[in-house]
């Protein structure tokens, strides 16, 4: 067995059987306008590629795609050393092909190859199928905690000093402040306006509008959010929150840009960081639930990474 990457035909001919598992709400010609949609972002043209594994007759017998994303180690003198690091997306077998090691083959070829890169400092993916797939290959889990507030009526300016635009992303990326730990992965505007590609294919399904804004601030502190998929939510895409009032401030912005587009909720991935100001906002219109799939996992990819650790955060943002 062994590791190709896919050319543009085979990726188009792997759309057809992977729809029956990421194409809900969508035709199959949805699906393919869809991924040929994603590919051309220039996120994904800035290197994302899709793998697959193939037998010795050369058949394909697993697949899965990577997507560079940044991130920065520590170095002992406490300088940061960006490098790249390599989100993985849409792992998949088909169905007859199932319970015979391929999806677990393709992990471990595919970490052998990121390896090899040279800038390379972990890979990160967002397990629907629970930690122990990916714990064979060397990923450890991280914790997966949600919040989820109610829209709430008022305008969303309200409560903040500003509302954000999307055409504002980089400079608003800029406010945030980076993780304190000694590892972390650090999306780039691009990558944040490809959530919200994908929010802008999906809406025409959703019964919604796309929301006015993507973020706001209010002090110091700063959210970014946005439609991002297939589900009519306000999915926060990353939060830097400074204080308690900061952080009440820039959620009651969400639920109220969240009423405005017509959208059923707030979501919040919960950060170590948050952890302190959330605590107080429970109740209320806001819960802390335990995540349903998207289990973030990380394998370092080079040696003198730190161990993955629970403070390693994985924002909204990161995902795939
Ligand atoms: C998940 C998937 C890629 C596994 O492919 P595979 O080639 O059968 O994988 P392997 O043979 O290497 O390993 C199979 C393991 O995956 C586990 N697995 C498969 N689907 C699972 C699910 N929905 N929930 C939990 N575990 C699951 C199997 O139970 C098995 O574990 P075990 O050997 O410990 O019993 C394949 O089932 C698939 O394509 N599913 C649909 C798409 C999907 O969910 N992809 C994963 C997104 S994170």
Do not use: N
Request: proline share 8%; hydrophobic share 40%; aromatic share 8%.
């Amino acid at each position: 067995m062994h590791l190709v990457a896919a050319t543009e035909e085979q990726r188009v001919q792997r759309d057809t059987l992977t729809y029956s598992e990421w194409g809900k709400l969508l035709s199959l010609d949805g699906y393919a306008a869809r991924e040929k949609r994603l590919r051309a972002h220039p996120w994904a043209r800035s290197d994302m590629r899709t793998w697959l594994l193939c037998g010795e007759d050369g058949g394909v017998l697993a697949s899965c795609e990577t997507f560079r994303t940044g991130s920065f180690l520590r170095s002992d003198e406490g300088s940061l050393v960006p490098g790249d690091s390599f989100a993985i997306a849409s792992v998949f077998t088909e169905e007859h092909l199932r319970g015979r090691g391929y999806a677990t083959r393709l992990m471990d070829l595919l970490a052998a190859e990121l390896e090899r890169q040279p800038r390379a400092q972990a890979a990160l993916l967002f397990s629907d199928v629970g930690p122990r797939l990916y714990a064979r290959s060397g990923y450890q889990a991280l914790p997966a905690w949600d919040w989820h507030l109610s829209p709430a009526p008022g305008d969303p300016s309200g409560p903040v000093d500003s509302l954000l635009r999307e055409d504002g992303l980089g400079p608003a990326l800029g406010r945030l402040r980076h993780p304190d730990v000694p590892f972390y992965f650090w999306p780039g505007p691009a990558q944040l306006d490809w959530h919200l590609e994908r929010g802008r294919i999906y809406v025409e399904h959703l019964g919604c509008s796309l929301p006015a804004s993507a973020g706001a601030t209010a002090g110091a502190s700063t959210i970014l959010w946005g439609l991002v998929g297939r589900s009519a939510e306000l999915t926060v895409l990353m939060l830097d929150a400074r204080s308690t009032s900061e952080t009440w401030a820039l959620l009651e912005a969400a639920r109220r840009e969240a009423s405005r587009s017509g959208l059923s909720r707030v979501v919040l991935w919960e950060e170590p960081s948050h952890a302190p100001f959330l605590a107080l906002l429970k109740g209320g219109g806001a819960f802390r639930v335990a995540r349903d799939g998207s289990l973030p996992m990380v394998r370092p990819l080079r040696p003198g990474l730190p161990p993955v650790s629970p403070l390693l955060p994985a924002p909204r943002g990161l995902w795939v």
